[in-house]
């Protein structure tokens, strides 16, 4: 009988671990992790990202500084919004012809570190 509760206890603890999980990187900015929740009940509200409108959030870097691109959709016009490694709003793009990010937006002249998040349906 103790061996059968030792079982139910270790999975319960198991289920709790992965239940915790977070579908975004821990070593993040707290105003990124703020943004994301903040993000996510905007996805639920709405019931996910349907038909190729998912917001997504990427890690590029220079080499010395790192920033952000939220991504509002996936299909034109998309738009993406740049913030420093602190928060600060840097510029916006929507589409390729129009804003005001200048060189910025040319992310082939940055290294891609990593997606943050990605919208998913619920």
């Not at 928060?87 to 040319?106: K, T, V």
């Amino acid at each position: 009988m103790r061996k059968v509760l030792f079982a139910i206890a270790f999975f319960l603890f198991l289920l709790g671990v992965v239940s915790c999980k977070r579908d975004y990187p821990r070593n993040i900015p707290h105003w990124l992790k703020d943004k994301i929740k903040e993000l996510k009940k905007e996805s639920k509200r709405k019931g996910g990202c349907g038909l190729g409108e998912c917001m997504s959030i990427h890690e590029f870097s220079d080499g010395t500084n790192v920033f952000y691109v939220w991504r509002v959709g996936t299909e034109f016009p998309r738009g993406d919004i740049f913030y420093d490694y602190d928060g600060n709003f840097l510029c916006e793009q929507f589409n390729s012809h129009s804003g005001s990010c200048g060189s910025i937006a040319d992310l082939s002249t940055y290294y891609y570190t990593r997606d943050i998040w990605l919208e998913s349906n619920y």
